[in-house]
Nanobody, 119 residues
C-alpha cells in the first residue's frame, strides 16, 4: 500500500519561511517523479515544484527563486523549502508521486497540508 504523508503546513506571516515534507511508504521515491502541487478553493490544482527520478528540478514561475524542492533518498522523503512567503502562496499543498513504467502511468497523492500566509 502506497502512502504519501505531508507535514509542515502552518500559519506564517508574509516574508516568512516554511518547510513541507512528504514521507513516502510503499514506493521508492527516486524511481518516481515527485511533485508539490497546491490548490485554492475554486481553482485548479497547480504544480509548484517537481523533481524527476534523475534529480532534475522545475518550478512554477511564481515560486522560482523562493522555493526549493529536494529529496532525501535515505529517508524516502521529498521536501519543499519555502522562503519569502507571500499572501498568494496560501493554499493546500499536496505531494504527488508519478511515473510511466512499462507503458503504464501510475500516480499517488497525499492528503494535503495547509499553508496560510497572513499578517
Amino acid at each position: 500500500q502506497v502512502q504519501l504523508v505531508e507535514s509542515g503546513g502552518d500559519l506564517v506571516q508574509p516574508g516568512g519561511s516554511l518547510r513541507l515534507s512528504c514521507a513516502a511508504s510503499g514506493i521508492i521515491i527516486n524511481t518516481y517523479s515527485m511533485g508539490w502541487y497546491r490548490q485554492v478553493p475554486g481553482k485548479q490544482r497547480e504544480l509548484v515544484a517537481g523533481i524527476s527520478s534523475g534529480g532534475s528540478t522545475n518550478y512554477a514561475a511564481s515560486v522560482k527563486d523562493r522555493f526549493t524542492i529536494f529529496r532525501d533518498n535515505a529517508k524516502n522523503t521529498v521536501s519543499l523549502q519555502m522562503n519569502n512567503l507571500k499572501l498568494e502562496d496560501t493554499a493546500v499543498y499536496y505531494c504527488n508521486a508519478a511515473r510511466l513504467y512499462s507503458g503504464r502511468f501510475t500516480d499517488y497523492w497525499g492528503q494535503g497540508t495547509h499553508v496560510i500566509v497572513s499578517s
